[in-house]
């Protein structure tokens, strides 16, 4: 299993794993395939744990559909999810274009508790917002010593949801620089509210920020922290505060960046 994520709501305990099958092959750092009879079916999962831990449900997004999707992230949830009628989580994942218009897959949990939930998949257009595949490069981030740092790809790398807003972050490619994106969907409507780049541009021209994660609070403001470093910064850990219409709180969208003391490393 690789990339393990854990999620929770008030119904149960998510946890998504990819499975891999590893062989002799050595010539590069990723498994040579994820055929489809892992594990009896395609390689990604979704396990469902009632509150109480005392049944799991198994469920495989790609066999719904024939749905690209790879590593979903089942999203946090905060707040009341019975004042929305929700009766489960969200999961959620990228499906990246590259030069193309991208898709966000939202998938809705029914009846998460019962042992037999239910999911409908609403994928949304996005546009186009990466020029290429972190994975095409994974040379960015280059700190003052020339070591070129992988700023990872476009899975999604964290999701949570709160009066009735899905929130998660990805990662994508603009003019050569590696960025964190962040999507804000309604799921009342399941139409995409806003989205944007942690640019950064206050720590430095040709900033690479990477590795995102998001919250948000009881008012809808919400937070990324994330790791950022270009040709004159050592990597470090920062972060930036949102408000509720989506503005970067002391600047524009993805300027205001705060370290955590993380710096140099």
């Keep these: 299993?690789?990339?393990?994520?854990?999620?929770?709501?008030?119904?149960?305990?998510?946890?998504?794993?990819?499975?891999?099958?590893?062989?002799n092959n050595t010539s590069g750092d990723n498994p040579p395939g994820q055929p489809a009879s892992v594990a009896g079916g395609t390689s990604t999962r979704l396990f469902i744990l009632d509150k109480n831990i005392s049944s799991v449900q198994i469920y495989d997004p790609e066999k719904q559909g024939n749905i690209n999707i790879w590593t979903p992230q089942a999203a946090i949830v905060y707040g009341s999810q019975a004042a929305f009628g929700l009766t489960g989580t969200f999961l959620v994942a990228y499906q990246p274009n590259a030069?193309?218009?991208?898709?966000?897959?939202?998938?809705?949990t029914t009846n998460a508790a019962t042992g037999s939930a239910t999911f409908s998949t609403t994928p949304i257009?996005?546009?186009?917002?990466?020029?290429?595949?972190?994975?095409?490069?994974?040379?960015?981030?280059?700190?003052?010593?020339a070591l070129g740092l992988d700023a990872g790809n476009?899975?999604?790398?964290?999701?949570?949801?709160?009066?009735g807003i899905l929130y998660a972050t990805t990662e994508v490619v603009v003019g050569g620089r590696a960025l964190v994106h962040w999507f804000r969907v309604n799921t009342t409507t399941m139409t995409l509210m806003d989205q944007g780049n942690v640019t950064a541009n206050d720590l430095g021209v040709g900033t690479n920020t990477y590795y995102g994660n998001i919250t948000v609070n009881a008012a809808g403001q919400f937070a990324i922290g994330f790791a950022a470093s270009s040709s004159t910064l050592?990597?470090?850990?920062?972060?930036?505060?949102?408000?509720?219409?989506?503005?970067a709180i002391g600047g524009n969208t993805g300027v205001g960046a705060r370290s955590v003391g993380i710096r140099g490393w």
């Design 99 to 108: 030069g193309g218009n991208s898709t966000f897959y939202v998938i809705k």
């Design 125 to 145: 257009n996005v546009g186009t917002i990466s020029d290429t595949s972190p994975l095409a490069t994974r040379n960015f981030g280059k700190q003052p010593s």
């Design 234 to 247: 050592y990597p470090g850990a920062y972060y930036t505060v949102y408000d509720p219409n989506g503005n």
């Design 1 to 23: 299993m690789d990339y393990p994520t854990l999620s929770v709501d008030a119904y149960g305990v998510y946890i998504t794993a990819n499975y891999a099958l590893f062989d």
């Design 154 to 163: 476009e899975w999604v790398y964290s999701a949570v949801w709160r009066n």
